[in-house]
Every structure is written in C-alpha cells, then in structure tokens.
C-alpha cells in the first residue's frame, strides 16, 4: 500500500471523538498534544482520562494522601491540558478514574481506558508509549499494552 493509498485511506475515517489517557506525566501531556492535533485534522474533540494508578489509590485507600489533594492535583493538570485544546480551538473534557482496585480484581488501567472510549463512543484512541519519568508511575503504560491488544478503535501510540 503506498503512501497516497493509505493517505486516502485515513482521509475516510471518521471522528468525532478521541480519547486520550492521562496521568500528569510529560508524555501523558505529549499525547495529549497529539490527540489535539488529530482532533483539529477531523474537526472532533478530545477527551482526557486521568487515570489513578496502583500508588495512588492505595494510598488514598490507606488515608496516607487526601483524596482532596489528589483531586487538587488531577484538576490542575487537566487545566493545563484543556489549554492544550483551547489553544488549537478543540473542545475538551476530561474525567477521573481508577486505574486499580483492591476490589475489583478485572480493573486494570486499559480496561478503564477501553471502557471509558465505549461509553463516550470515541472514534480514536491516543496512548502515550514511553515508560513515565517518574519510577512509581507505570499507570499509562500498562494502559497502552492492553488498549493495544484490545481497542476496537485506531489506536496511535505515542
């Protein structure tokens, strides 16, 4: 397939909606800048998942961190995302879930993602690829191997 045939090829896909997950990371701010960009090539929008990983919800679950303060946290890095969008004119929502369960043993981050794009019926998926920065912190990445393997939609890794 050349590259003219696959350009036609994506000029006939559809969206309205792509979902990206994000963490607070560098790279999950990376792919929310990709996902802005595909959003502003289809006229779609963009929705950021901030997912909690295991640290972060055990520790809430401990009462070692306020959940108040995560939710600080979370908000304010989804205030910097949806400038991301604002700033390329893209409308942007966001939402929070857990990426884990000491409940729950099918939670997994991808399956939050996966579950997340089939409730909002999102056309596109971008996850970011690149192990986070910080070491504690492997949330997204788990993430992206399953919705890898699983999505029914495209999927860009980034």
Known sequence: M???EKATRMAELEVDLVVVPIDGSEESETAVEYAVTIADSYGAAVHALYVLGEPTVRAINRGAVDEDDVADDTEAFS???TEIAADADVEMST???????????TLH???VVLDTAEQLAADF???PREPATDAESDVLEKAAEYVLLYASQPVLSV
């Open 109 to 111: 981050p991808g399956s």
């Open 95 to 105: 939402s929070i879930a857990a990426g884990f369960s000491t409940e729950v043993k």
């Open 2 to 4: 050349g590259i003219t």
């Open 79 to 81: 205030d910097r995302v």
């Open 125 to 127: 998926i971008v996850v």
